[in-house]
DNA sequence: AACAGTCACAACCGCTCCAAA
DNA sequence: CTTTGGAGCGGTTGTGACTGT
């Protein structure tokens, strides 16, 4: 097969010999890593650049944390996940020492069964329906099932409006799944912080698990309150909607299904509810800062009947530091769209 | 004891992004 | 502007340890 990146040089492959560790850690301690492709060479090592790369970032950093993941590790992995999806550096780099191939390893591995043995969905986060839990279950059962239609098929819909143009649908974008959400007319995605704060023209904000696709925009359900299922942040997918006009922020919208194995969550299921945001958006977050200083995050996913915010107010906790999780020193910056 | 199946984790592959030339 | 190479990322595969039969 060959690398493309060091075709033409002869490589080793495979597992790293204690004595190639020896060689890329004393190289890139006293020297650096540079260029990763000059690293083979320099460390007297027969591997290519970016093996050399990702032994040193993936195993050989002394920063690293080793051994399994705590329950406080698995919780923001889980968390981390419904928000960013699938984007396994972000979310690694809210757990210190732990790298993405590790988190990617871990959820794949360990969270996901959990959540499918709960009977959510471990892309969207939503719940699955009975019927789709049992195909669900069964490929588990079989193992190493890769295929994903059954979920696809219940992806919640996601649409960006610029109102100032909204006349007609034509203005509504549809995206394919993996398609990132930016609102429409800005060129980076907002962050929490700018969501929650003060959006400046009539965009729609939509907030949710990139994993979760968006069908046609004819699709969009509507949701009168009555309707309208708030998830509780430990089993929503996070499906947000903020309008500056209205500002409402909604989120874990979806047709419940009760079934067997998810009736710890019911309970949270059927206590939907919209939270009004006030159009002094500024003014509203510092509040919502203060009230957050006493929450705990515990008390945040598995008390808060709400999704609404408890996902936001636990991204703001954390970023504050109140976190329990006091090794982690977040800052509100640390926590942005990075696309 | 031998074998097959399962699991966790390390490593690789292919792609995208981005900066420099 | 285009090209090129390095870096980074997510998905996938390989491998060794463990477990059950």
Redesign the pocket.
């Known amino acids: 097969?060959g690398?493309?990146?060091c075709g033409k040089h002869k490589v080793k492959?495979?597992?790293?010999s204690p004595e190639e560790d020896d060689k890329l850690i004393k190289h890139v301690t006293t020297h650096g890593?540079?260029?990763?492709?000059s690293v083979p060479k320099n460390a007297g090592l027969e591997r290519c650049?970016?093996?050399c790369?990702?032994?040193w970032i993936?195993?050989l950093r002394p920063e690293l944390k080793r051994g399994?993941f705590t329950s406080e590790e698995e919780q923001i992995i889980i968390d981390v996940h419904r928000i960013l999806g699938?984007?396994?550096?972000?979310i690694a780099k809210h757990l210190p020492g732990r790298t993405?191939?590790?988190v990617?390893?871990?959820w794949?591995?360990?969270i996901k069964k959990k959540l499918m043995s709960q009977g959510l969905d471990p892309q969207t986060h939503n719940l699955i329906s009975s019927h789709k839990r049992s195909v669900a279950s069964n490929k588990t059962a079989g193992?190493n099932a890769?295929t994903q239609s059954h979920i696809d098929q219940e992806r919640p819909v996601f649409t960006v409006n610029n109102m100032s143009q909204k006349t007609d649908s034509s203005t509504e974008m549809n995206y394919s799944m993996s398609t990132p959400i930016v609102p429409l007319l800005n060129a980076q995605p907002p962050t929490v912080q700018s969501m929650m704060a003060s959006p400046t023209n009539n965009n729609h904000y939509l907030v949710q698990n990139p994993n979760s696709g968006w069908n046609n925009v004819s699709d969009i359900p509507t949701f009168p309150d009555s309707t309208l299922n708030m998830s509780s942040a430990s089993s929503s997918s996070m499906f947000g909607h903020m309008d500056d006009s209205n500002c409402i922020w909604a989120a874990g919208a979806e047709a419940y299904v009760p079934a067997p194995g998810a009736m710890e969550v019911q309970g949270e299921q059927s206590k939907g509810q919209v939270v009004q945001v006030h159009q002094e958006k500024e003014k509203l977050l510092e509040m919502e800062m203060e009230a957050m200083q006493d929450m705990e995050i515990a008390a945040s996913f598995d008390q808060c009947s709400s999704f609404d915010y408890s996902l936001v107010e636990y991204y703001s906790t954390m970023m504050s530091g109140v976190a329990p999780h006091d090794h982690v020193n977040y800052s509100a910056a640390d926590f942005t769209w990075n696309f």
């Not at 492959?13 to 790293?16: A, E, I, Q």
């Not at 890593?33 to 492709?37: P, T, V």
């Not at 699938?86 to 972000?90: K, M, V």
Request: with cysteine.
């Open positions: 097969m690398h493309r990146c492959r495979g597992l790293w890593h540079g260029s990763w492709s650049g970016k093996s790369r990702l032994r993936n195993y399994s699938n984007r396994w550096a972000q993405d191939n590790e990617k390893n871990f794949n591995s360990c193992s890769k």
